[in-house]
T-cell receptor
Framework: EAGVAQSPRYKIIEKRQSVAFWCNPI?????LYWYQQILGQGPKLLIQ????????DSQLPKDRFSAERLKGVDSTLKIQPAKLEDSAVYLC?????????????FGSGTQLSVL | SQQGEEDPQALSIQEGENATMNCSYK?????LQWYRQNSGRGLVHLIL?????REKHSGRLRVTLDTSKKSSSLLITASRAADTASYFC?????????????FGQGTELSVKP
């Protein structure tokens, strides 16, 4: 079974630039999460999708972050414009339909450095 | 906001010793999960314990849950160098209808050969 795919693996940008991350969840997984993990901290939930609908985006900084999951499969997370404090690893995770939040499958993440 | 607080923040042991990590949380939960993260990688699910369970085992892992104290512990027995990683507890809060996990800050475990 293929895992959660994320790209790019690494990204370096300057502040005020834009950046986008891509996630392809495990086939058939209805729920998709984006987490932000700052160095030395635990993952912090940014947004949760159920199919192509947003379930929770209460912690997404909507003035600069946006996310979409067209057709309920792939998802993209965008930051525009980036700030220094956005430097972090952005993790995508998915779970099978009907599993609630039991046993998330994570991708390897995109490490973002904002200079 | 972070739901779980983990203790210790860092732990260094010799191969063969046992490693114990603790997690405390704030609100009532449906379940508590433990994940491992190797350096530069995503998180991997280790074990889940439900709110009506007190102890669970999986291989060299033993998890306990005390809902009255809102705390959990993860014991890794006979540790190996390959167990070197960060370990996170994550809670599925009872008030949460949508199903999301809130992660703690993690314990960084170093197992020396």
């Amino acid at each position: 079974e293929a895992g959660v795919a994320q790209s790019p693996r690494y990204k370096i940008i300057e502040k005020r630039q834009s950046v986008a991350f891509w996630c392809n969840p495990i086939s058939g997984h209805a729920t998709l999460y984006w987490y932000q993990q700052i160095l030395g901290q635990g993952p912090k939930l940014l947004i949760q999708f159920q199919n192509n609908g947003v379930v929770d985006d209460s912690q997404l900084p909507k003035d600069r972050f946006s996310a979409e999951r067209l057709k309920g499969v792939d998802s993209t997370l965008k930051i525009q414009p980036a700030k220094l404090e956005d430097s972090a690893v952005y993790l995508c995770a998915s779970v099978p339909k009907g599993s609630g939040s039991e046993k998330l499958f994570f991708g390897s993440g995109t490490q973002l450095s904002v200079l | 906001s972070q739901q779980g607080e983990e203790d210790p923040q860092a732990l260094s042991i010799q191969e063969g010793e046992n490693a114990t990590m603790n997690c405390s949380y704030k609100t009532s939960i449906n379940n508590l999960q433990w994940y491992r993260q190797n350096s530069g990688r995503g998180l991997v699910h280790l074990i889940l314990i439900r709110s009506n369970e007190r102890e669970k085992h999986s291989g060299r892992l033993r998890v306990t849950l005390d809902t009255s104290k809102k705390s959990s512990s993860l014991l890794i027995t006979a540790s190996r160098a390959a167990d070197t990683a960060s370990y996170f507890c994550a809670t599925d809060a009872r008030y949460n209808q949508g199903g999301k996990l809130i992660f703690g800050q993690g314990t960084e475990l170093s197992v020396k050969p």
